[in-house]
Nanobody
Framework: QVQLVESGGGLVQAGGSLRLSCVVSGRSFSPLFMGWFRQAPGKEREFVSGINLGSGDTYYEDSVKGRFAMSRDNARNTVYLQMNSLKPEDTAVYYC????????????????WGQGTQVTVSS
């Protein structure tokens, strides 16, 4: 069974930075893609970023482009989300996932999910 364990969330002032980490274990083969999603109170879950673990290519939701950067350390089975210039609207629970993908309607989903880590940005 796959386990995804996130860490690095916390409380930060607007304009500040946080780095989230996610360690993957328990899978007999490596996923090709990993991603981050978030869910704010009262809002639907949304895709944030994804990475091709082979090439390192990354892709982002428009509102975080230029502020967030996803990376990976394949030797450590770990992916990271560096979040800079944080805004109050970035406040959410952030989830690490394997195999993020859009369905035909454009809604994003994933195969495996971590337990989430809270990020709170104060104004």
């Amino acid at each position: 069974q796959v386990q995804l364990v996130e860490s690095g969330g916390g409380l930060v002032q607007a304009g500040g930075s946080l780095r989230l980490s996610c360690v993957v274990s328990g899978r007999s083969f490596s996923p090709l893609f990993m991603g981050w999603f978030r869910q704010a109170p009262g809002k639907e879950r949304e895709f944030v970023s994804g990475i091709n673990l082979g090439s390192g290519d990354t892709y982002y939701e428009d509102s975080v482009k230029g502020r967030f950067a996803m990376s990976r350390d394949n030797a450590r089975n770990t992916v990271y989300l560096q979040m800079n210039s944080l805004k109050p609207e970035d406040t959410a629970v952030y989830y690490c996932t394997t195999d993020p993908r859009p369905d035909p309607s454009g809604r994003w989903d994933a195969s495996d999910w971590g337990q989430g880590t809270q990020v709170t940005v104060s104004s």
